[in-house]
């Protein structure tokens, strides 16, 4: 399968007056061609981060890029001038904000900001470029859109500015799109819609996905990998089968213990105890030693290698490891 985007060994700081936070710590993973690939996790674990570390949106000072790479067509993205990022963005990668409210220019037209992407990355005249932004109108379900197209964001319902959200990152026809937490603030009956959304545009464009979220519901609707992500670390990566029914992790585990079941009456929510490692000095061993009820003394003194389970199943946790017990033994 291609690969169309490569993250590798993705470490990401922020110098703050109390220090440097180490928001990633050695992020790995790839997306293919025409694929959903879903990053999970707590508030403040880095997904957000990490999306806007490959768009090159964080801000510097104080946030900046330590070392890692970002490869899209043989470029890597961490490299690059602004100048020649600003023409990839929009134009074969794109990102879809959290609050569609605050995305949108309350004082200029839905039209006017759509148009204005086409005309930035594409020679096109006048006539054309309105004809795209109706067609993609059309295409997010937005009804009469030539219309629509001369409104402001305040005439349109949350879900309705969602759609022109994504008609705005999907006009120039990117090969990736970058969804952060894209339904979090919609009912639960609009995010139905704008996930049915998702799989139509990316069946009938092939558009490649990265959804970042913590809704574990959104993840088994339309994800097709699931990375788990933890402490400025992926800890976890499998196919959507492998993680909901074959979690390795006891992070993963302890999410889906804490997702509301339908098919199990009387069942309860388990929360995770405990609270996410300091960032500003992060543990040597595995950040989730703490929160663990399976934490052994190597947890947490020596961070676990990657342990492949299947050829898309790949955890980081000492319990898959059989070196562990001989490290104990050392270290006793």
């Not at 801000?59 to 990839?88: A, H, Q, Y």
């Not at 859109?145 to 026809?173: D, N, W």
């Not at 994800?223 to 196919?239: F, L, N, Q, W």
């Not at 676990?304 to 104990?328: F, G, I, Y």
Request: contains cysteine.
């Amino acid at each position: 399968m291609k690969k169309v985007l490569q993250v590798n060994d993705l470490h990401v700081s922020f110098r703050t007056y109390g220090g440097e936070v180490k928001a990633v710590r050695g992020v790995t993973f790839d997306l293919n061609k025409g694929e959903t690939l879903a990053i999970v996790g707590e508030s403040g674990c880095g997904k957000s981060v990490t999306s806007q570390s490959i768009m090159r949106l964080i801000p510097n000072p104080p946030g900046r890029i330590v070392s890692g790479s970002i490869l899209f067509k043989d470029k890597d993205l961490t490299k690059v001038s602004e100048p020649e990022m600003r023409k990839i963005r929009g134009a074969d990668i794109s990102m879809i904000f959290q609050d569609p409210m605050t995305a949108l220019n309350p004082t200029i037209t839905v039209g006017e900001q759509i148009i204005e992407g086409i005309r930035q990355h594409k020679k096109v005249t006048a006539a054309e470029a309105k004809n795209a932004a109706v067609d993609m109108l059309d295409l997010v379900g937005i009804p009469s859109p030539e219309a629509r197209l001369k409104q402001y964001p305040h005439q349109f319902s949350g879900g309705m500015r969602q759609r022109i959200v994504i008609a705005m990152a999907l006009v120039c026809q990117p090969e990736v799109l970058i969804a952060d937490e894209p339904t979090t603030a919609l009912d639960v009956t609009i995010q139905a819609q704008i996930l049915e959304l998702f799989r139509d545009i990316q069946e009938k464009t092939g558009v490649s996905i990265i959804l970042i979220t913590h809704d574990l519901g959104v993840v088994a609707q339309v994800a097709d990998r699931i990375a788990v992500m933890y402490a400025g670390k992926i800890v976890e990566t499998g196919s959507r089968r492998e993680i909901f029914y074959n979690p390795q992790h006891p992070y993963t585990r302890g999410l889906l213990r804490s997702v509301p079941r339908l098919d199990i009456e009387g069942a309860d929510l388990v929360p995770i105890g405990g609270s996410p490692p300091d960032l500003f000095s992060p543990p040597a061993g595995c950040p989730f030693a703490a929160r663990c009820e399976y934490a052994m003394d190597v947890c947490d003194r020596v961070y676990p290698s990657e342990t492949r389970l299947s050829s898309n199943h790949q955890v980081d946790c000492w319990l898959q490891d059989e070196r562990a017990k001989k490290l104990m033994a050392a270290m006793n």
